[in-house]
């Protein structure tokens, strides 16, 4: 039923920003937790970033000081500033969310993923 939407990606050379925002769509009894994810060619699924109901955050050390997690708690929008990127930062980036989505107390849902490609 809650279906998750990222936008924001696309080509940026390394020094420069990015800002990703995702957007939950649905029956949202309670968003819990929402996140970033990041898969580059041939390497597994990475947490990138998450923030909960609280306010609290946590980051890969790759992008401690670099990124910053931040949520539209009202409209369950999250979001993703990208400073200082690198070339390894280059990936497909997927948003993640964890609530009480529709009749499910323990949902959890991914979006399509948005790319981020950056050049060096």
């Known amino acids: 039923q809650v279906q998750l939407v990222e936008s924001g990606g696309g080509l940026v050379q390394a020094g420069g920003s990015l800002r990703l925002s995702c957007v939950a769509s649905g029956t949202i009894f309670s968003m819990n937790t929402m996140g970033w994810y990041r898969q580059a060619p041939g390497k597994q699924r990475e947490l990138v970033a998450t923030?909960?109901?609280?306010?609290?955050?946590n980051y890969a050390d790759s992008v401690k000081g670099r990124f910053t997690i931040y949520r539209d708690k009202s409209k369950n929008t999250v979001h993703l500033q990208m400073n200082s990127l690198k070339p390894e930062d280059t990936a497909v980036y997927y948003c993640n969310a964890a609530g009480w989505f529709g009749r499910n107390p323990m949902g959890e849902v991914w979006g399509q993923g948005t790319l981020v490609t950056v050049s060096s």
């Open positions: 923030i909960i109901s609280s306010g609290n955050t």
